[in-house]
């Protein structure tokens, strides 16, 4: 059985699970019967032998020992608890509680990207943030200044890094926070995709092994600068991200 911690950043996470509550009541979440072995993604929202949680982060994936793809997961409760069990074995505690449901997620097709305002009801739904590596890499420690891990993540950023070192994701060394933007009311998955596909022509290819010797290629760090980073996110908050494109060349944003 997994077992449970205290989630010391529970903070952050209990008035996502009020807003859940709230969007079920009014209809704007629903419930539906979990099927055998479904996707997992991180921001997804499951009811588990009675309890809310959410899937709040991602582990790099992994073979397992039975040669199976799998990854740890950060899991929250909605009693303030969380546990880091494996994507595997979520689905099948999921599988097995023949009364779990996954929760549906709302439209936010209409909604902004960001809030303009920030009013006292909005719910803070995620970070992005932008790391630094500190890798010995001699590739990285070259372009130091134009390799950054551009991510979302629904909870604290510090916890999300914690264990850099150890996980191929971070390029398996320390990181530095160099900068971070608040998300409110949104679906982190959505803008995380958007800034991924608008940089994905400068991706940073490079091959790691994880702590079981298989290759992995993480796929979230690029070589741009952080002003081009920034420029990107006030596009997207003005609404105007789709005039642009980004140029390798000049190291900045052109109009498409």
Avoid at 119 to 130: K, L, N, P, W
Avoid at 210 to 231: H, K, M, N, T, Y
């Amino acid at each position: 059985m997994q077992l449970l911690a205290p989630c010391q950043d529970f903070k952050q996470f209990k008035p996502i699970f009020k807003k859940v509550q709230q969007d079920l009541e009014t209809g704007a979440r629903e419930t539906l019967k979990y099927r055998d072995d479904a996707t997992v993604n991180q921001g997804d929202f499951f009811i588990l032998d009675g309890q809310k949680l959410i899937v709040a982060d991602l582990g790099e994936p992994f073979i397992s020992d039975y040669g199976k793809p799998d990854r740890r997961l950060r899991v929250i409760y909605d009693n303030g608890t969380e546990s880091n069990l494996l994507l595997r074995s979520l689905q099948r505690a999921l599988n097995k509680d023949k009364t779990s449901r996954r929760i549906t997620n709302p439209d936010f097709s209409s909604l902004p990207l960001f809030a303009q305002t920030e009013a006292e009801d909005d719910i803070t739904t995620g970070y992005i943030y932008v790391l630094r590596s500190k890798s010995d890499d001699p590739f990285i420690v070259q372009n130091y200044e134009l390799v950054h891990k551009i991510g979302v993540t629904v909870g604290d950023v510090k916890k999300r890094i914690a264990n850099a070192k150890k996980d191929p994701t971070y390029l398996l060394a320390e990181v530095e926070i160099v900068a971070t933007f608040k998300l409110a009311n949104i679906n982190p998955k959505k803008l995380e995709a958007l800034l991924h596909k608008f940089f994905d022509n400068v991706r940073l290819d490079m091959e790691l092994r994880d702590r079981f010797g298989i290759p992995v290629q993480p796929r979230e760090w690029f070589l741009v600068p952080l002003e081009a980073i920034e420029e990107v996110i006030a596009k997207i908050k003005a609404g105007t991200i789709d005039q642009f494109r980004y140029d390798p060349e000049t190291a900045s944003l052109t109009r498409s």
